[in-house]
């Protein structure tokens, strides 16, 4: 038989999207029906390019082409010619671009070579609140334009980026939640706090959009409670509060034993698409407490599994009131993942997706 050629394309390979590819080729590692492909860029200094080897199968075929995070004319176009020419080589029946820069690359590259194609945003990039309100404008510009020329489908990760989606093109967008290996964690032993202090903590770059600062308020506010944030970044200086711990980056199973210690997943970040980071807390079954951004609102049933926050007081009253009803909230949290970000029941969903739109 066949196989059916799949090719990802994404600029950025480090974090969500780096998870969200690495778990559909894993899920279909094994799948006979297809041969995967993926075109990414290693620009980034983020970009884990040890990790590789270890995250993904063999069997997979890699394809490293340049691309610029930032618009750049002359670079852009070099990138739209390497992979268009990297596109022919390979042939594929299905291509799936991942983040906004990938997005116009990649559906530049392909216009006209009858590939299949589908675009996940991972959180529009004129959401970003890193940049000016002028490049917030230019991007969503840039994004209907795109898709009123160069029309793909859109697999939304989260029920926020599908409501965006629709207003851009309401005929060729459908949602497909972002989901988390539940098997994986029912083999952990949860609340696994062996601290006679309560915990709370946050992973991830440390960043703007993470928002640091925010963070370390509310450490300030709970000196008797130990805080860790798991990874790095520019903005470790801003985690200055004495009970704050910052373990660096670690590896995938170091990170989950991390955030099983916790007693609640603290989130500050100023924009998301939908984390992954808050899926597996809760799939720990850990309470979540985020800021107030619409990506992270389906993630907290207010008041069962956690409280979603908009000022320093209410981060202060949601943990005391969380830490009074940890478990019970956790346990709200794993079922919360168990009926909406079960991985296996939403990754059946995207490969049927994709033979569908091979059949077409």
Not at 265 to 291: H, Q
Request: with cysteine.
């Amino acid at each position: 038989m066949e196989k059916i050629k799949l090719l990802h394309i994404s600029e950025t390979f480090v974090s969500g999207v780096y998870t969200y590819i690495k778990q559909i080729c894993n899920y279909l590692e094994n799948d006979e029906r297809f041969e995967i492909h993926i075109i990414y860029s290693g620009d980034r200094e983020e970009t884990k390019f040890d990790q590789i080897s270890s995250d993904f199968s063999s069997k997979i075929f890699f394809h490293q082409i340049s691309m610029k995070r930032e618009i750049s004319p002359k670079e852009d176009l070099k990138s739209i010619f390497n992979i268009r020419k990297k596109i022919k080589e390979i042939a594929p029946d299905l291509i799936h671009i991942h983040s906004s820069k990938a997005g116009v690359l990649g559906r530049l590259a392909a216009f006209r070579l009858k590939n299949k194609v589908f675009y996940t945003p991972h959180g529009y990039s004129f959401l970003r609140e890193d940049i000016s309100e002028f490049k917030q404008k230019l991007f969503y510009q840039i994004e209907k334009f795109s898709q009123f020329f160069f029309p793909v489908q859109i697999i939304a990760c989260g029920d926020h980026e599908f409501r965006i989606a629709s207003k851009i093109d309401n005929n060729r967008a459908c949602l497909i939640l972002n989901g988390v290996n539940l098997s994986y964690f029912d083999n952990k032993s949860f609340n696994s706090n062996k601290s006679s202090k309560i915990r709370i903590g946050n992973s991830g770059r440390i960043s703007i959009q993470k928002n640091p600062r925010l963070f370390n308020l509310i450490a300030k506010e709970f000196p008797n409670y130990e805080f860790f944030w798991i990874g790095d970044g520019d903005l470790k200086h801003e985690l200055n509060s004495p009970n704050i711990s910052i373990t660096g980056w670690k590896k995938y199973d170091e990170c989950i034993d991390i955030l099983n210690s916790f007693d609640i997943f603290l989130s500050t970040s100023l924009w998301e698409g939908l984390p992954f980071n808050i899926l597996e807390a809760m799939a720990l079954k850990k309470p979540i407490i985020t800021n107030n951004i619409e990506s992270n609102l389906i993630t907290v049933e207010q008041g069962v599994n956690g409280y979603v926050c908009s000022t320093l007081d209410d981060f202060n009253n949601s943990i005391k009131k969380t830490i009074k009803a940890k478990e019970t909230m956790g346990e709200s949290s794993y079922k919360r993942a168990l009926d909406l970000f079960n991985q296996e029941k939403n990754l059946s969903q995207l490969i049927e997706f994709y033979t569908h739109f091979k059949k077409i």
